[in-house]
């Protein structure tokens, strides 16, 4: 437990951090609406084949404190909007060398099925008024929701993996490190289009890799139109981690599922209340069914209640054979995956003119330092597997590396000798 004096050091340390920050967003408030300069055709057909699809990784620290996250002082709507702005920055990113990402407003509404007029509203009670500093306002709904994932600490201790692939604790850990608002003409009559620039913070970046809870997108959303998507991660988050232990079920009380599906406990007697949990669940029976093989719902009673009431709800599922197989399949897809797109930003940096596709990429590999290629190979390798000393068979990590350079050299290999494909599907 930290002392007075370190509780006092470290809440100043956070004050200057934050002054530094409010000052950086002033600056480049000042300074004008940035560039987009990143190179959209090429970078987005990775994104299409690498994050367009249904199943996404989630960030664990937000998973199991999705009850818990810094935005109780918004409204309903905003903390929405918050939660699902957290999904979509949790698909695979593609920046550019700086690690700079473009968030279109439009996409973003059509991903999370969201009103873009409305996501453009002012929202009532913007994070931005707590810093009178700050030159320029986040407050519509969108805004707010960036602003406090780069102002507001997602959780108070921010679990991560360090080098080794030992587990750690970080303060003062927030979602983004950096915002910035931008226009870009898109016709000769002069009409703008708003969109937002962004640089994930590196932690919450390399979770998504090696620490992290499987969510469907497409689940979500159904799941969200009932205001039950904090529901949805909890359980999802449960389900993920209980799968590699003997436990195949989860018990929620009265209390959490109010909070988890957004029901109202104001004047409303505790029958009525369970009256609308059921209704919800139901709603959401088939989803989950489809996610969750073998998914139950049965309510019993707790082991210190007396009375008739059941008020626990127990949810089981069925235990999955070969886990171990498909979590290994599933990082070696998320290893390629990450590994082409270094290979991506090194060739950007040292071509920023120069236009790109896989063929150009290729031949552009071929022709790189053999450490760099064998030591990208090893570095993903770590962040992915989370393994200081990674073995295949009787071959170390290192001499892999070799082995997928020397593969590169071969005069008639190909690109999908060394990412295959199917990891792009």
């Given at each position: 437990m930290e002392s007075v004096k370190e509780l006092k050091e470290r809440i100043q340390e956070l004050?200057?951090?934050?002054?530094?920050?409010?000052?950086?967003?002033?600056?480049?408030?000042?300074?004008?609406?940035?560039?987009l300069d990143i190179k959209n055709e090429y970078l987005n057909r990775q994104q299409q084949e690498t994050k367009e699809q249904e199943i996404i990784r989630f960030e664990k620290n937000a998973a199991f404190n999705i009850s818990g996250l810094p935005i109780n002082d918004q409204d309903e709507h905003s903390q929405k909007v918050v939660r699902a702005l957290l999904v979509y920055l949790s698909e695979i990113q593609v920046g550019d060398l700086f690690g700079v990402n473009?968030?279109?407003?439009?996409?973003?509404?059509?991903?999370?099925?969201?009103?873009?007029?409305?996501?453009?509203?002012k929202c009532p009670n913007p994070a931005c008024n707590a810093y009178p500093n700050l030159e320029r306002r986040y407050d519509t709904y969108l805004e707010n929701a960036l602003f406090i994932l780069a102002f507001r600490p997602l959780v108070a201790e921010f679990k991560t993996t360090n080098e080794k692939g030992?587990?750690?604790?970080?303060?003062?850990?927030?979602?983004?490190?950096?915002?910035?608002?931008?226009?870009?003409?898109?016709n000769l009559k002069g009409k703008k289009k708003k969109y937002y620039k962004y640089k994930l913070n590196e932690f919450f970046e390399k979770n998504l890799s090696n620490y992290y809870t499987k969510l469907e997108i497409n689940t979500y959303?159904?799941?969200?139109?009932?205001?039950?998507?904090?529901?949805?991660?909890?359980l999802k988050d449960i389900y993920t981690h209980k799968l590699s232990t003997p436990t195949?079920?989860?018990?929620?009380?009265?209390?959490?599922?109010?909070?988890?599906?957004?029901?109202?406990?104001?004047?409303?007697?505790?029958?009525?209340?369970?009256q609308n949990i059921k209704t919800k669940l139901e709603k959401m029976r088939t989803y989950l069914e489809k996610e969750i093989c073998g998914f139950t719902m049965e309510w019993i009673k707790g082991d210190n209640q007396t009375g008739k009431e059941k008020n626990i709800l127990k949810i089981s599922w069925d235990k999955i054979e070969n886990l171990p197989t498909i979590r290994k399949n599933d990082k070696v897809r998320i290893f390629y995956q990450t590994l082409k797109m270094e290979y991506i930003k090194k060739f950007i940096e040292?071509?920023?003119n120069s236009s790109l596709n896989d063929d150009m990429l290729f031949n552009w590999l071929k022709k790189q330092d053999k450490g760099f290629i064998v030591n990208t190979y090893v570095k993903t390798n770590h962040q992915v597997f989370c393994l200081s000393e990674e073995k295949i068979g009787n071959?170390?990590?290192?001499?892999?590396?070799?082995?997928?350079?020397?593969?590169?050299?071969?005069?008639?290999?190909v690109l999908e000798d060394i990412i295959p494909g199917k990891y792009f599907l």
């Open positions: 004050e200057n951090e934050i002054s530094k920050k409010i000052e950086k967003q002033n600056q480049a408030h000042r300074e004008g609406n940035p560039s473009v968030l279109d407003p439009k996409r973003f509404a059509e991903k999370m099925n969201f009103n873009l007029d409305y996501l453009n509203k030992e587990k750690i604790g970080l303060k003062g850990i927030n979602v983004l490190d950096e915002i910035y608002f931008g226009e870009d003409r898109i959303n159904k799941i969200s139109k009932h205001n039950a998507d904090k529901f949805y991660i909890a195949s079920c989860w018990h929620f009380s009265l209390e959490q599922l109010t909070n988890l599906l957004s029901i109202s406990t104001k004047n409303t007697e505790t029958k009525h209340q369970k040292e071509n920023p071959t170390t990590l290192n001499n892999y590396a070799h082995d997928f350079y020397n593969i590169l050299l071969r005069e008639d290999s």
